[in-house]
């Protein structure tokens, strides 16, 4: 079976109440407009059908707090979780799990949606973003959330978010030419990822797991800045002392970027499959598709990413990994 971990849909009724609350949502909400798969299950189960032994993992495709404040964050949540909830009850061969949205800009309703979409809804996990509004992932008041992930042993999908208004230099406003996706985001997941293995995430937390969306971002690609780069952490720091933070680690800092699991939503990118591979290793990365996010109305992301892992120089136990054996060992099945 193919798992494909990290899927986005809009159940009809959130989608509703996400055009009522924030019926102008920019830049990706644009992109939400043109794509009818994401809210048609119709639509949806056609492409699926494609493909053989084939089932998705769905989440939602934006964060939450842009669709209002912390009140409407948390409605929307609810009728989120409920929805996917319903979906993977009534069609049990196409979705085999949902993931979780919570409300982040209000950390307290987060924990209690959070506990209740694991305990009562059975979410196989949460969904957060790189940035929460422009805070930091790794800001203290999110940390609780980390912690009961750790402790339900459920993983989190760590996806990026940036928008336009994240400006290429400062001297201008916006970012220019969608640099703010195509860069931008990579990045983002990026620097969440050095953020919680430089705020000892890992250490406090050792049976966290979290699956980072497109591969890890950057970081396989600067494996050599990452690892030996950052052997000189704070040489290059004057008003802050970085010193103390490798020493305090309790392994080397490279070993925890692959710690984290990433999934192959390269969208149909062979030689960025095969760094990422290379680096986190084929017991940390899982099958993904970003669907349906393709650049054509059709299952061009599921297709091409199946065709990459398929040419893969790997063994068929490695390859069963990728495609399913990671995807049940995360999500406990």
Same mark, same amino acid.
């Given at each position: 079976?193919?798992?494909?971990?990290?899927?986005?849909?809009?159940?009809?009724?959130?989608?509703?109440?996400?055009?009522?609350?924030?019926?102008? *949502?920019?830049?990706?909400?644009?992109?939400?407009? /043109?794509?009818?798969?994401?809210?048609?299950?119709?639509?949806?189960?056609?492409?699926?059908?494609?493909?053989?032994?084939?089932?998705?993992?769905?989440?939602?495709?934006?964060?939450?707090?842009? *669709?209002?404040?912390?009140?409407?964050?948390?409605?929307?949540?609810?009728?989120?979780?409920?929805?996917?909830?319903?979906?993977?009850?009534?069609?049990?061969?196409?979705?085999?799990?949902?993931?979780?949205?919570?409300?982040?800009?209000?950390?307290?309703?987060?924990?209690?949606?959070?506990?209740?979409?694991?305990?009562?809804?059975?979410?196989?996990?949460?969904?957060?973003?790189?940035?929460?509004?422009?805070?930091?992932?790794?800001?203290?008041?999110?940390?609780?959330?980390?912690?009961?992930?750790?402790?339900?042993?459920?993983?989190?999908?760590?996806?990026?978010?940036?928008?336009? =208004?994240?400006? =290429?230099?400062?001297?201008?406003?916006?970012?220019?030419?969608?640099?703010?996706?195509?860069?931008?985001?990579?990045?983002?997941?990026?620097?969440?990822?050095?953020?919680?293995?430089?705020?000892?995430?890992?250490?406090?937390?050792?049976?966290?797991?979290?699956?980072?969306?497109?591969?890890?971002?950057?970081?396989?690609?600067?494996?050599?800045?990452?690892?030996?780069?950052?052997?000189?952490?704070?040489?290059?720091?004057?008003?802050?002392?970085?010193?103390?933070?490798?020493?305090?680690?309790?392994?080397?800092?490279?070993?925890?970027?692959?710690?984290?699991?990433?999934?192959?939503?390269?969208?149909? /990118?062979?030689?960025?499959?095969?760094?990422?591979?290379?680096?986190?290793? /084929?017991?940390?990365?899982?099958?993904?598709?970003?669907?349906?996010?393709?650049?054509?109305?059709?299952?061009?992301?599921?297709?091409?990413?199946?065709?990459?892992?398929?040419?893969?120089?790997?063994?068929?136990?490695?390859? /069963?990994?990728?495609?399913?054996?990671?995807?049940?060992?995360? *999500?406990?099945?």
């Amino acid at each position: 079976m193919k798992i494909d971990m990290f899927n986005h849909i809009l159940p009809k009724r959130f989608f509703d109440k996400m055009t009522e609350v924030n019926p102008n *949502l920019v830049d990706i909400g644009k992109r939400f407009r /043109s794509i009818p798969v994401l809210v048609d299950l119709d639509a949806r189960f056609r492409v699926m059908d494609l493909f053989e032994d084939y089932t998705q993992v769905i989440s939602l495709p934006n964060p939450p707090e842009v *669709l209002g404040g912390p009140t409407h964050c948390a409605e929307v949540c609810t009728i989120a979780n409920d929805c996917m909830a319903e979906l993977v009850d009534q069609y049990p061969d196409r979705f085999l799990a949902f993931v979780a949205a919570i409300p982040m800009n209000d950390p307290d309703r987060a924990m209690l949606e959070l506990e209740r979409a694991i305990t009562t809804l059975k979410a196989s996990g949460v969904q957060l973003h790189t940035n929460v509004l422009g805070r930091p992932i790794d800001s203290p008041e999110f940390k609780p959330v980390f912690a009961m992930m750790h402790d339900y042993d459920l993983p989190i999908w760590l996806h990026p978010t940036r928008t336009a =208004d994240f400006a =290429d230099y400062p001297s201008e406003d916006k970012s220019q030419y969608e640099i703010w996706w195509t860069f931008g985001w990579p990045y983002e997941t990026s620097v969440a990822m050095a953020r919680l293995v430089f705020g000892y995430y890992f250490d406090e937390f050792p049976n966290l797991k979290i699956i980072t969306h497109h591969m890890g971002g950057m970081i396989p690609y600067f494996e050599g800045r990452v690892g030996p780069g950052w052997e000189q952490l704070g040489s290059r720091t004057t008003h802050e002392d970085y010193s103390p933070i490798l020493k305090n680690l309790k392994h080397p800092h490279a070993e925890y970027f692959r710690m984290f699991y990433a999934d192959t939503a390269l969208f149909g /990118s062979l030689a960025g499959t095969v760094c990422g591979l290379n680096y986190f290793g /084929s017991d940390h990365v899982v099958f993904a598709s970003d669907s349906p996010f393709d650049p054509e109305k059709g299952p061009a992301y599921i297709r091409e990413t199946i065709r990459v892992i398929d040419s893969l120089p790997i063994s068929e136990a490695e390859r /069963s990994k990728i495609y399913e054996g990671n995807a049940r060992r995360l *999500l406990n099945i």
